[in-house]
């Protein structure tokens, strides 16, 4: 089975663009989740993550469990953010 890695981000906030502030506002990674490959490809996330959320909105991430042997399934950047149901299908 191919899971791709995607993130659920964080609303971006209203700034008011002030000096020296870039007018775009950084979104963070609420958290991590896990998705079968769409059909067809192994880059693009199916429309489903493994918890059942819709992918619609989630940003695929860079992370490929497959490049790092021995390493979790997500980025361990984001270990405190990751999905606990897409976490425990990713266990079996």
Excluded at 27 to 54: M, N, S
Excluded at 70 to 84: D, T
């Amino acid at each position: 089975m191919s899971e791709i890695v995607v993130y659920e981000l964080d609303k971006p906030a209203a700034m008011r663009p002030s000096p020296g502030t870039p007018g775009g506002a950084e979104r963070r990674v609420r958290t991590v989740h896990a998705a079968p490959a769409a059909p067809g490809t192994h880059t693009a996330p199916g429309p489903r993550t493994l918890c059942g959320k819709d992918t619609f909105a989630m940003e695929a991430a860079p992370w490929e469990p497959s490049e790092h042997p021995g390493a979790p399934w997500y980025p361990p950047e984001y270990a405190s953010v990751v999905c606990p149901d897409c976490d425990a299908v990713m266990e079996i």
